[in-house]
């Protein structure tokens, strides 16, 4: 059995491997369950090793990681939403060129 | 013509934000539902996953007799219950001669069919069957690894698609900060042929080791079954690239003026405009402006002056 390089997408905490090739001599189930195990656990290493060593803070329940963005892509559900159309003040502000002004807080007598 | 009213303030308008559109993305809810016959595989599968997705998922326990995904006319009632409890993934579980133990996958973008995969369980084992010391049991809601193993689903369409599948509805929220001592959950997938992939879900035992990395352990806890692949619809190519679109505002802006050099570093060219030598006044005084020359000036008309009176006297 080689030594693959696994496909890791540590956004999605997931593992593949795309080399693994299972001996012939399989022929009872348990044996099967047995091997998939094996493999998983080591996948599962692999993408823990590489979790592990990102920067980590500490926090109340345990050390927190950031994340990378996952890799693989997923569509989406809805479609992209639409930028509301300006209400009839917004284009009345700016016709006349109003700007929001923020106000102090403090008012001098 | 009566007026449509659409709501607009209170609790209800919160709900309906809540299904709008978003630029980011939250979890995907999935529907759980049967056809008109199922067998007792099928119905403790069904639970189970309900179990495994309890926090986003709903079960409906009646069974629909007008839901035939693969047929053209068959989806109307899917997408209608997709649209009223905005779920967009769906569990379909059917029973019949031809295709026993029958479990449909699906998503919807919109809330119309996106794609479909149709797998029969084989060789299915419960929640209550596998024992395990009950501190390991995972938790509901927590980020789930995920091992995918064999070629097959990268070289088979239909396996890809599984695959694709499978990650969409058991990954949970897509989150940034994650809690490395809340990981307590493996899906592990095995292309067994080029049709039937073998899945199980184990929890992780973490023991100590070496390093900051802890020894990974699996323990079989959840349901596991064969899944073999009978029929599956992808996306339109269409479809697909709209629903693959990512916002606009989310891809990262390429800062202008900036080079990486391997030697220098990060450099930028500074532009300074044109100084226009000619036209700028100089910082020099005019020559007639200068005071000592006014006082000379002066001092010299008085001197004249008294010179011209001093003739006159004379005259």
Partial sequence: MEQSQYEIDLGNLMAFDPHHQYPSSLTS????????????TKLVQAVADALFNLPSTEDRDGPMVKLPAPTTRLPREKPLPKPRPPTKWELFAEKKGIKKRKQDKLAFD | MMKIKTPKKGRIKRDLEKRAPKLVETAKKTLILHGTKTSSVLNSLLTEIYHLKKDNAVKYSRRNDNIRPFESGGETSLEFF???????LFVFGSHSKKRPNNLVIGRTYDHHIYDLVEIGVENFKSLNSFTYDKKLAPQIGSKPFF????EGFESVEELKHLKEILLDLFHGEVVTNLNLAGLDRVYVCTAVSSTKIFFTHCALRLKKSGTVVPRMELVEVG????MVVRRHRLPDDSLRKEAMKIAPELTKKKEKNVTKDAIQGKIGKIYIPDQKVGSVALPHKAKGVKRERREAKMKDEVHRSADKKQKQHSE
């Fill in chain 1, 29 to 40: 189930r348990e044996e099967l369950v047995k091997e998939a195990l094996e493999q998983g």
């Fill in chain 2, 82 to 88: 997709s649209l009223k409890t905005d779920c967009s």
């Fill in chain 2, 147 to 150: 091992a995918f193993i064999g």
């Fill in chain 2, 223 to 226: 349901p596991s079954m064969d």
